[in-house]
């Protein structure tokens, strides 16, 4: 089992640049989530899915949108990229299901803007 | 307004002795207060779990102890062991977790021989 893979696990970008990370998790999972991990600031959420087909903002969406492809895959995009955007983000996923609360994390993605 | 405070930042255990990390929440919907613990170049992980309706839950050497009315919860760690160097993640929810996660600002934990 993969669990939930990231990719690219690496990347660096110059300012105005634009990408997409992607995120797909092979355990049926019903909501998928992207945070983003600073020194010293935790991890905050970005943007959630609860279940196919919706999208909700979480406490940082600015400068980030995110396409929930089907129910395995959810994509957080960057249109313009600004250095304040260097972080490390992480894709998670959740059955969402009676007493099933576990968030299963991927590897994270470094990202890094000039 | 952060909504989980964590304490303290970082953290320096001998081995064999205990870890305490404490959480501080203001949302009284919270109703699911779950710790993840990071090792260097991995996602987090969940460690241990517990709802409102309990004081205290213990799962081998790591306990977390739950105080409703101060509306605190902190994680314990017994025995403390090198390989429990890693940065742990208070967090909280509401709708039994069901709304997403609010995490704390982490603790780095490290634990010298």
């Known amino acids: 089992n993969a669990g939930v893979t990231q990719t690219p696990k690496f990347q660096v970008l110059k300012t105005g640049q634009s990408m997409t990370l992607q995120c797909a998790q092979d355990?049926?999972?019903?909501?998928m989530y992207w945070y983003r991990q600073d020194p010293g600031m935790g991890l905050r959420l970005i943007y959630y899915s609860a279940s196919e087909g919706t999208t909700d903002k979480g406490e940082v969406p600015n400068g980030y949108n995110v396409s929930r492809l089907n129910k395995r895959e959810f994509s957080l995009r960057l249109e313009s990229a600004a250095p304040s955007q260097t972080s490390v983000y992480f894709c998670?996923?959740?059955?969402?299901?009676?007493?099933?609360?576990?968030?299963?994390f991927g590897a994270g993605s470094r990202l890094t803007v000039l | 307004q952060q909504q989980v405070k964590q304490s303290p930042q970082s953290l320096i255990v001998q081995k064999g002795g205990i870890s305490i990390i404490n959480c501080a929440y203001e949302?009284?919907?919270?109703?699911?207060f779950p710790w993840y613990q990071q090792f260097p170049g991995k996602g987090p992980a969940l460690l241990i779990a517990i709802r409102p309706d309990v004081s205290e839950k213990k799962e081998g050497r790591f306990t977390i102890s739950f105080n409703k009315s101060a509306k605190q919860f902190s994680l314990h760690i017994m025995d403390s062991q090198p390989g429990d160097s890693a940065t742990y993640f208070c967090a909280a929810s509401m709708n039994s977790g069901n709304t997403p996660l609010v995490f704390g600002k982490g603790t780095r934990l490290s634990v010298i021989a």
């Open positions: 949302n009284t919907a919270f109703d699911y």
């Open positions: 355990m049926n999972h019903n909501s």
């Open positions: 998670a996923s959740k059955l969402s299901r009676s007493g099933a609360n576990v968030l299963t």
